[in-house]
C-alpha cells in the first residue's frame, strides 16, 4: 500500500543469470533498506543454484530473445513489472545484481529515508562508482561474508554509472537503464557501488561466462560482453598497475558537474555515454568515501 506519511514504501526488482553467491548478498543488502517482502528477481535461466531459497520473490523468466533484440525486450519486461509495482507502491528501484545503492548510513539508515527527506522526487539518479580492486594492496578474493568497503577502499566515478534507478513516475527506463524518458536529478548523497571490477578473479570468470553468452546469441557483443575475458583482464592489470595508496584522494561529490551532466537525447534523459571500458582507463582513482564504510 502506498504510503502518504513517513518512509515511502519502495520495490527493488533486478534480473540475475547464474550470479552465484552475490546474488544472495544483493538480497541482504536490499532487504535491510526495502524489506524481503518486496525484492523482485527475475531469474534468466540460472543453472547454478544461486537463484534458490531467497526468501524473496523469485520469477523464472523464458529464454529471452538474443542478439540486438535482447536488450530492448528486457526493458520492456522490467518496465511492465515496474508500472505494475507503482500501482502499489510510492517507488521503484532497478539495479543490476552488482549495482549497490547506499547512503551515509549516520545520516540515513535507508534509502527510503532519504527519498522522504529529499520531499519524494519523481524520478532519483545515482553517483555512480565503479569499485576497483586493486590487488597490490587489497586482498583478493573478495570475502562476500564480510563488509565490503572494509575490504575494498578505490573507485573510479563513472558517469555512465550515474542512471535513473529509481522511480515514481510511470515513465519507461530506457538503453540499459541508464536512461530515463522522464527528468531526473543526481542526488549527491546517493551512491552506487558497482562492483563489476571489484574483484580480479571474479572479473575473469564473470567476464568469460558473458563472452559465452554473447558468442552464443548475439548478446551485448558491441559492448564489453563481446571481449575475451584474456582482453578485459589486460585492460585492468594495465590500469591497476603501479598505483600509489597515499596519493589517491577521497572522491568529493561536489567535484562532479551534476548540473550539466544529464542531457536529453533521443527522447530520454541521460548522462553522456561513455562505455565501461573508456571509463575505467580515463576517469581518475579515487577513494571510497570513508563516511560509507559499514554501509555495505
Given at each position: 500500500?502506498?504510503?502518504?506519511?513517513?518512509?515511502?514504501?519502495?520495490?527493488?526488482?533486478?534480473?540475475?543469470?547464474?550470479?552465484?553467491?552475490?546474488?544472495?548478498?544483493?538480497?541482504?543488502?536490499?532487504?535491510?533498506?526495502?524489506?524481503?517482502?518486496?525484492?523482485?528477481?527475475?531469474?534468466?535461466?540460472?543453472?547454478?543454484?544461486?537463484?534458490?531459497?531467497?526468501?524473496?520473490?523469485?520469477?523464472?523468466?523464458?529464454?529471452?530473445?538474443?542478439?540486438?533484440?535482447?536488450?530492448?525486450?528486457?526493458?520492456?519486461?522490467?518496465?511492465?513489472?515496474?508500472?505494475?509495482?507503482?500501482?502499489?507502491?510510492?517507488?521503484?528501484?532497478?539495479?543490476?545484481?552488482?549495482?549497490?545503492?547506499?547512503?551515509?548510513?549516520?545520516?540515513?539508515?535507508?534509502?527510503?529515508?532519504?527519498l522522504e527527506d529529499r520531499g519524494r522526487p519523481?524520478?532519483?539518479?545515482?553517483?555512480?562508482?565503479?569499485?576497483?580492486?586493486?590487488?597490490?594492496?587489497?586482498?583478493?578474493?573478495?570475502?562476500?561474508?564480510?563488509?565490503?568497503?572494509?575490504?575494498?577502499?578505490?573507485?573510479?566515478?563513472?558517469?555512465?554509472?550515474?542512471?535513473?534507478?529509481?522511480?515514481?513516475?510511470?515513465?519507461?527506463?530506457?538503453?540499459?537503464?541508464?536512461?530515463?524518458?522522464?527528468?531526473?536529478?543526481?542526488?549527491?548523497?546517493?551512491?552506487?557501488?558497482?562492483?563489476?571490477?571489484?574483484?580480479?578473479?571474479?572479473?575473469?570468470?564473470?567476464?568469460?561466462?558473458?563472452?559465452?553468452?554473447?558468442?552464443?546469441?548475439?548478446?551485448?557483443?558491441?559492448?564489453?560482453?563481446?571481449?575475451?575475458?584474456?582482453?578485459?583482464?589486460?585492460?585492468?592489470?594495465?590500469?591497476?598497475?603501479?598505483?600509489?595508496?597515499?596519493?589517491?584522494?577521497?572522491?568529493?561529490?561536489?567535484?562532479?558537474?551534476?548540473?550539466?551532466?544529464?542531457?536529453?537525447?533521443?527522447?530520454?534523459?541521460?548522462?553522456?555515454?561513455?562505455?565501461?571500458?573508456?571509463?575505467?582507463?580515463?576517469?581518475?582513482?579515487?577513494?571510497?568515501?570513508?563516511?560509507?564504510?559499514?554501509?555495505?
Amino acid at each position: 500500500m502506498r504510503s502518504t506519511t513517513g518512509r515511502p514504501e519502495v520495490a527493488v526488482i533486478t534480473m540475475a543469470r547464474d550470479e552465484g553467491d552475490l546474488l544472495s548478498l544483493w538480497v541482504s543488502h536490499y532487504a535491510r533498506h526495502v524489506g524481503i517482502d518486496n525484492l523482485v528477481v527475475l531469474d534468466d535461466n540460472s543453472v547454478d543454484g544461486s537463484t534458490e531459497g531467497l526468501g524473496c520473490t523469485v520469477h523464472r523468466v523464458p529464454q529471452l530473445k538474443g542478439g540486438l533484440a535482447f536488450e530492448p525486450v528486457r526493458m520492456r519486461l522490467m518496465n511492465g513489472i515496474a508500472s505494475g509495482l507503482l500501482a502499489a507502491y510510492d517507488y521503484v528501484v532497478f539495479v543490476d545484481v552488482d549495482e549497490f545503492l547506499v547512503t551515509d548510513p549516520a545520516v540515513y539508515p535507508t534509502l527510503p529515508d532519504l527519498l522522504e527527506d529529499r520531499g519524494r522526487p519523481e524520478a532519483v539518479g545515482v553517483m555512480g562508482l565503479n569499485v576497483l580492486h586493486i590487488p597490490s594492496v587489497e586482498p583478493e578474493p573478495l570475502d562476500l561474508g564480510r563488509p565490503l568497503l572494509e575490504q575494498r577502499s578505490f573507485a573510479k566515478f563513472t558517469p555512465l554509472m550515474c542512471k535513473p534507478s529509481i522511480k515514481r513516475v510511470n515513465a519507461g527506463w530506457a538503453v540499459s537503464s541508464h536512461g530515463l524518458k522522464a527528468p531526473y536529478a543526481i542526488d549527491p548523497e546517493l551512491f552506487m557501488l558497482h562492483l563489476k571490477f571489484a574483484d580480479r578473479s571474479r572479473l575473469a570468470e564473470v567476464a568469460r561466462l558473458r563472452n559465452e553468452v554473447s558468442k552464443a546469441d548475439g548478446r551485448a557483443e558491441e559492448a564489453s560482453w563481446g571481449k575475451e575475458a584474456d582482453q578485459v583482464l589486460a585492460i585492468f592489470d594495465a590500469v591497476v598497475a603501479d598505483v600509489d595508496p597515499a596519493a589517491v584522494p577521497e572522491f568529493d561529490p561536489a567535484t562532479a558537474d551534476l548540473d550539466d551532466m544529464v542531457i536529453f537525447l533521443n527522447g530520454r534523459h541521460r548522462t553522456p555515454k561513455q562505455g565501461q571500458i573508456a571509463a575505467l582507463r580515463n576517469q581518475p582513482l579515487t577513494r571510497i568515501p570513508q563516511r560509507l564504510v559499514g554501509s555495505i
